[in-house]
């Protein structure tokens, strides 16, 4: 009797174990061009390749071609390499890719994003998304691409080096280093790298003159100590429903 109670004990134990090890959920790897829901705020729409309509929740993966559409929301979408794509309100976003067509990862039709991109090994492919009038190719950095109603695109570098190129055939790329942006217009070279201080001519003022004072207060909390060498974009990166 007591080499059965032993064996019962014993086949109890395991039986536990097995149900324990059942209920931890594996990890499953996102398949490149893919991107799961890290965090989301306020009005987000999306829409699935398809066309239906996806309710966004944490842990959501989004297949290449879905439509991200923020209203007065936000969302931070996390890719198969580990970058982060932080969509800020009044934007729309289609996934992309990059193993066809134009090779980008995601594409910005309008609205603004800002982007952490791991750094790339030297025989990985470099992450590349798209805009109406450019496109923007880095192996590693941080920075954000804001594109206009009038189909401008602004890109301004946090951190690292980022290449900006216009669509029209034989666009000359510039590099944009950290504290510099450039804006693209249609059918045009990206424009010489300016500081995120300076106005830009043509009746962007208002914009570049908003991200002006955003800089200055940057600065006033990086010489107090506070949040050092974060940019205010990056400060706001992680929405909380």
Do not use: C
């Not at 798209?130 to 590693?140: D, E, H, K, W, Y």
């Not at 301004?156 to 190129?165: I, L, W």
């Not at 666009?171 to 280093?177: A, C, D, G, N, W």
């Not at 800089?215 to 205010?232: I, V």
């Amino acid at each position: 009797m007591k080499i059965i109670r032993h064996i019962s004990a014993a086949t109890t134990v395991i039986f536990l174990f097995a149900i324990a090890a059942g209920q931890v959920q594996q990890v499953v790897p996102l398949a490149v061009g893919t991107a799961s829901i890290a965090e989301w705020k306020g009005d987000v729409v999306l829409h699935s390749p398809a066309g239906t309509t996806v309710d966004a929740k944490r842990g959501l993966v989004l297949e290449p071609e879905s439509v991200i559409d923020t209203g007065k929301g936000s969302i931070l979408l996390d890719l198969q390499d580990g970058s982060q794509v932080l969509v800020k309100p009044k934007s729309r976003v289609v996934l992309k890719s990059p193993n066809i067509d134009k090779k980008y990862f995601l594409e910005l039709l309008l609205g603004k994003v800002v982007a952490t991109i791991r750094k790339r090994l030297s025989d990985t492919p470099s992450f590349r998304m798209g805009t109406p009038t450019a496109v923007i190719t880095v192996r590693g950095t941080r920075f954000e691409v804001d594109v206009t109603k009038e189909k401008r695109t602004y890109v301004e570098v946090y951190e690292g080096v980022v290449e900006v190129a216009g669509l029209r055939l034989g666009s000359r790329p510039i590099l944009l280093q950290p504290g510099f942006s450039t804006r693209v217009e249609s059918n045009r070279d990206p424009d010489q790298p300016r500081s995120w201080r300076d106005a830009w001519p043509g009746g962007d003022d208002d914009r570049i003159g908003s991200r002006r004072g955003e800089r200055d207060s940057e600065d006033r909390q990086n010489r107090s100590g506070s949040d050092a060498n974060r940019p205010d974009s990056e400060r706001d990166r992680e929405p909380h429903d």
